[in-house]
């Protein structure tokens, strides 16, 4: 059974860093892509990042290019997302989510809360 679980969030301050993880079982974590996906509240979901099996290659919405950085671990199994520059528009729900072939989500975490405000 896969299973996603990722690390608690928080409140954090605008110009904050926060570093969200998620551990991953199940599957054979090392063969699969994944992603970040969040959901700001009354909002839809918003893809953020994503990183590639192998190379490692990464992606970023535009909206936190150049803020927020992904990364795996594979031997641990653990996917990381480093979140540096926070704004109050950063608030949301964020999700883990494996990727299949077809580069659809087919698994996600419960979900973490990140909340920015002063």
């Known amino acids: 059974e896969v299973q996603l679980v990722e690390s608690r969030g928080g409140l954090v301050q605008p110009g904050g860093s926060l570093t969200l993880s998620c551990a991953a079982s199940?599957?054979?974590?090392?063969?699969?892509?994944m992603s970040w996906v969040r959901q700001a509240p009354g909002k839809g979901l918003e893809w953020v990042s994503a990183?590639?099996?192998?190379?490692?290659?990464?992606y970023y919405a535009n909206s936190v290019k150049g803020r927020f950085t992904i990364s795996r671990d594979d031997a641990k199994t653990t996917l990381y997302l480093l979140m540096n520059s926070l704004k109050p528009e950063d608030t949301a729900i964020y999700y883990c989510?494996?990727?299949?072939?077809?580069?659809?989500?087919?698994?996600w975490g419960q979900g973490t809360q990140v909340t920015v405000s002063s």
């Open positions: 990183i590639l099996h192998g190379d490692e290659k990464t």
């Open positions: 989510a494996k990727c299949n072939a077809e580069g659809d989500f087919d698994s």
């Open positions: 199940g599957f054979t974590f090392s063969h699969y892509a």
